[in-house]
C-alpha cells in the first residue's frame, strides 16, 4: 500500500492568510489529488496532477494552486484563506496504470 | 454538477444481517467503481473495486454489484459486524484517470 503523509494535520488560521498543506508519498507514484471533505457533499477534487511540472484544476479549484516540482510533493496553497475553506483536506496518490487512489490520513483546517 | 450520488446518507442494520449501499452514477464515460471506508479522523481506505466489463466482483463478506444499463452500483456487506460501522464512499473513474466521489452513506452496525 501506499503510504502518503499530510502536514500539519490541524492547522488554525485566520482570514486572508496564505496556507500551504504539504504532502508527500514514497511510492514515486506519478498521479496526485487534492480532495476536500465537507458534510453532504462527500470528497470533491480540488487539483490533480499526473506528473511533474503538470497540474489540473478540479471541481472546486478557486481559491486554491498546486505545483509539482518532483513526484513526491503535492503542496496546495490557500492564497487567501476564507472562512469557507474551513474543511477536512486529503491528499491522494495513485500509480500510473492503477486505478486505485491511496490517501493520506487528512488535515484539519479551520478558517477564522 | 454531481456525477456521482449515493442518496441514503445513513443505513443502520443489526449485526448479522446484509448491508446494502447504493450508489448512482450519471457520466457513462466512467468505467471503474471503488468503494471505499472511512472511519472518523482517518483518511479513506480502499475496500473493493469493480471494472465496467464485469457484473460482479467478491472479496470476502463484500461484494460489489454493477448494473451498467441502469448507471448503478451496489455494496453488499454479508453478514455485517459492528467493525463495519464507517462512512462509505462510493467512487468512479473514467479513462483520464479523474475520479470522482458520493456524498459517502453512514452505516451503523448494531450488536
Known amino acids: 500500500d501506499a503510504e502518503i503523509t499530510q502536514s500539519p494535520r490541524h492547522k488554525i488560521t485566520e482570514t486572508g492568510r496564505q496556507v500551504t498543506l504539504a504532502c508527500h508519498q514514497i511510492w514515486n507514484h506519478n498521479n496526485m489529488f487534492w480532495y476536500r471533505q465537507d458534510l453532504g457533499h462527500g470528497l470533491r477534487l480540488i487539483h490533480y496532477?499526473?506528473?511533474?511540472?503538470?497540474?489540473n484544476k478540479g471541481e472546486v479549484s478557486d481559491g486554491y494552486s498546486v505545483s509539482r516540482s518532483n513526484t513526491e510533493d503535492l503542496p496546495l496553497t490557500l492564497e487567501s484563506a476564507a472562512s469557507s475553506q474551513t474543511s477536512v483536506y486529503f491528499c491522494?496518490?495513485?500509480?500510473?496504470?492503477?486505478?486505485?487512489?491511496?490517501f493520506g490520513e487528512g488535515s484539519w483546517l479551520t478558517v477564522v | 454538477d454531481q456525477q456521482v450520488k449515493q442518496n441514503s446518507p445513513s443505513l443502520s442494520v443489526q449485526e448479522g444481517r446484509i448491508s446494502i449501499l447504493n450508489c448512482d452514477y450519471t457520466?457513462?464515460?466512467?468505467?471503474?467503481f471503488l468503494w471505499y471506508k472511512k472511519y472518523p479522523a482517518e483518511g479513506p481506505t480502499f475496500l473493493i473495486s469493480i471494472s465496467s466489463i464485469k457484473d460482479k466482483n467478491e472479496d470476502g463478506r463484500f461484494t460489489v454489484f454493477l448494473n451498467k444499463s441502469a448507471k448503478h452500483l451496489s455494496l453488499h456487506i454479508v453478514p455485517s459486524q459492528p467493525g463495519d460501522s464507517a462512512v462509505y464512499f462510493c467512487a468512479a473513474s473514467a479513462p483520464n484517470n479523474d475520479m470522482r466521489f458520493g456524498a459517502g452513506t453512514r452505516l451503523t452496525v448494531k450488536p
Open positions: 496532477s499526473y506528473g511533474v511540472h503538470d497540474t
Open positions: 457520466n457513462s464515460m466512467f468505467d471503474y
Open positions: 491522494a496518490s495513485s500509480g500510473q496504470f492503477g486505478n486505485t487512489i491511496y
